[in-house]
């Protein structure tokens, strides 16, 4: 009994690779007769009412009115923001002049004995 278990077993591995094969040849086959039709990227949509009457002006949403503390808060923040990407641009600029390369060796640190308890 055990030597049919085994023999079962032998076959199992390359009857899966087998059929692993041709799933494969048979996808690949299909694929090669029946290519994907292309799609057509440059094709845009009909203008309707709204987008064709609406321009992309800047329209202020609060005219005439005071601004609220949440949106004070957004305008420092983008402010301070800009401030940043001011500085930032001459910083890495500033970076790049710091000195020649280092050209000799660089000494690296010692290996010492693992303590023992």
Do not use: C, W
Request: no cysteine; hydrophobic share 45%; net charge positive.
């Amino acid at each position: 009994m055990g030597q049919t278990k085994m023999v079962s077993l032998r076959l199992a591995i390359p009857v899966m690779l087998v059929a692993a094969v041709v799933a494969a040849g048979f996808t690949y086959l299909v694929a090669l007769i029946a290519p994907p039709s292309p799609v057509d990227a440059d094709h845009r949509l009909p203008p309707t009412a709204s987008s064709s009457s609406v321009h992309n002006t800047a329209v202020p949403m609060r005219i005439g009115r005071p601004t609220n503390d949440e949106e004070k808060a957004v305008a420092a923040f983008q402010r301070a923001a800009d401030e940043i990407l001011k500085r930032a641009a001459s910083l890495q600029a500033s970076v790049a002049t710091g000195g020649p390369p280092i050209s000799g060796k660089v000494p690296l640190p010692k290996r010492r004995p693992l303590p023992r308890p």
